[in-house]
Nanobody, 117 residues
Framework: QVNLVESGGALVQPGGSLRLSCAAS????????LGWYRQAPGKQREWVAT???????NYHDSVKGRFTISRDNAKNTVYLQMNSLKPEDTAVYYC???????????WGQGTQVTVSS
């Protein structure tokens, strides 16, 4: 199975932007669905966004209009562009795969995003 490594997390002020990257160890062409998830302190992990092999995207209501998920198959990388960041976006962000049966892959280390003034 493909290995994924998240990066790009940082401390950013409210209203700021960040671009997270998810680098795969191999080709992502065969992966039906790639997604971003996050876990805030004291809260359960939640789904943020997904993108299919054909480019169809879905977003959690809390990030619609602010976040954009994309994939670059040539670079074997998935991105999450985050704009208009809010303190409630503070969390560890993870990327993962979803197979045709809806099974989510193993969780990695994630990358920390902190939105604070």
């Amino acid at each position: 199975q493909v290995n994924l490594v998240e990066s790009g997390g940082a401390l950013v002020q409210p209203g700021g932007s960040l671009r997270l990257s998810c680098a795969a160890s191999g080709s992502i062409l065969s992966i039906n669905v790639l997604g971003w998830y996050r876990q805030a302190p004291g809260k359960q992990r939640e789904w943020v966004a997904t993108i299919t092999r054909t480019g169809t995207t879905n977003y959690h209501d809390s990030v619609k209009g602010r976040f954009t998920i994309s994939r670059d198959n040539a670079k074997n990388t998935v991105y999450l562009q985050m704009n208009s960041l809010k303190p409630e976006d503070t969390a560890v962000y993870y990327c993962n795969t979803v197979d045709r049966s809806g099974r989510i892959g193993s969780w990695g280390q994630g990358t920390q995003v902190t939105v604070s003034s």
